[in-house]
């Protein structure tokens, strides 16, 4: 649920003057206000609709104000909905308190002053609006928290894949090269085989490197975001062949905190991954931006672009990926936005940084300027 989202607001009174008047002065809160003549249509609506607020009358026919609390309150979805009463007649302080004990959370007398009626109604409108926003985000948090531990999973028999098939049987090739420079007598051979050995040994430092630096480029550390970003976008062109430039601003960009650094580089690898996996694109551009209070990181491709649920970050419909790259932004205070660009998709992410101490290192290493 969204915070423009309206919820439902039921008014409950036999007499519909008295609705038209309540009509009236809750129409300012512009929510969704719904008008139940007799406490059996107001069951009937609570039984289909989800309600935020009753505002009830007290004395009504066949079923009164006291009645339908009870009847509400006994079922398990409705022990939270806000009631409130209105009574031109029931006012002794007895009957407060049996309103109360029915589980009122207010109890107003007639005639109504609308500004203390909306102000009230208002209060529990935006409790549960909050309450629904937390559950909707505990959901997502959920279902994200589900999809990372798969994810990782995966990315652990990736690595444990690639060290088997790649750096392991490097190892084992170069243990058989060793068994056989013992056994060998000729010196012609025995160099061969030991030239053979270092090529192995090469390769497999690489696979070293490249397995390391996927994990967490050492440039991301020594180095700083503009160089790490630079180097993983001149590989990663390589590898998918679609050309990706970078564009950074200022050109000495400053060192941030190792956190900042490594959010903003991981929402960039993703946001690359994605165009690469899914964008069937043959360009994409970053663009890298530190201005006076806020960094602003953008990936953009001329693919296909984005289905409009998943542009409008729909939970049911976003992946690991962009979840991920927006959880990473919200960590930081920061927004996240995905758009069609006709063509291709843009990603835009905007992390604030209140001072120089929030988001910046104190002295940044030596040769690099935080002008």
């Given at each position: ?94 009957d407060r308190l049996k309103g109360y004990a029915l589980g009122a959370v207010d109890y107003i007398s007639v005639p109504v ?187 953009r491709d001329d693919g296909k672009g984005l289905a409009a649920e998943i542009v409008e970050l729909r939970p049911d419909r ?54």
């Amino acid at each position: 649920m969204s915070a423009k989202e309206k919820v439902n607001v039921l008014m409950v009174d036999d007499q519909p003057a008295k609705l038209l008047t309540y009509e009236a002065i809750l129409r300012d809160l512009d929510e969704n206000l719904i008008k139940a003549s007799s406490g059996k249509e107001a069951l009937a609506i609570l039984l289909k609709t989800e309600v935020a607020v009753v505002l009830l009358d007290v004395s009504m026919p066949e079923i009164d104000g006291f009645e339908l609390a009870e009847l509400i309150r006994q079922h398990p979805r409705f022990r939270k909905t806000a009631i409130i009463f209105v009574s031109a007649v029931n006012l002794t302080d007895l009957d407060r308190l049996k309103g109360y004990a029915l589980g009122a959370v207010d109890y107003i007398s007639v005639p109504v002053v609308p500004q203390l009626l909306r102000a009230k109604v208002s209060v529990f409108v935006e409790l549960q609006r909050n309450a629904k926003q937390t559950e909707e985000l505990n959901a997502q948090l959920r279902q994200m928290s589900g999809r990372l531990m798969t994810l990782q999973d995966e990315e652990r028999r990736r690595v444990a894949r690639e060290l088997h098939d790649g750096l392991g049987q490097d190892l084992v090739a170069t243990k058989l090269l060793f068994d056989r420079i013992v056994e060998e007598h000729s010196v012609q051979m025995k160099v061969q085989l030991a030239a053979e050995g270092t090529d192995i040994v090469g390769r497999a430092i690489q696979q070293v490197r490249t397995i390391s630096y996927l994990l967490h480029p050492p440039l991301l550390d020594e180095s700083g975001l503009a160089s790490a970003l630079k180097w993983y976008l001149d590989g990663i062109a390589k590898r998918s062949g679609i050309k990706t430039s970078l564009e950074v601003q200022p050109q000495n960009f400053p060192r941030l905190t190792a956190e900042l650094e490594t959010a903003i580089f991981r929402i960039v690898q993703e946001g690359l991954t994605n165009v690469f996996r899914h964008s069937s694109a043959s360009r994409s551009w970053v663009l890298l931006s530190h201005e006076e209070h806020r960094i602003v990181v953008m990936v953009r491709d001329d693919g296909k672009g984005l289905a409009a649920e998943i542009v409008e970050l729909r939970p049911d419909r976003i992946g690991v990926g962009l979840g991920g790259m927006r959880q990473r932004a919200m960590e930081f205070g920061g927004n996240f936005r995905v758009s069609n660009a006709n063509p291709g998709t843009l990603v835009e992410v905007c992390i604030p940084i209140p001072s120089r101490r929030s988001g910046l290192q104190d002295s940044p290493p030596a040769g690099f300027s935080t002008a």
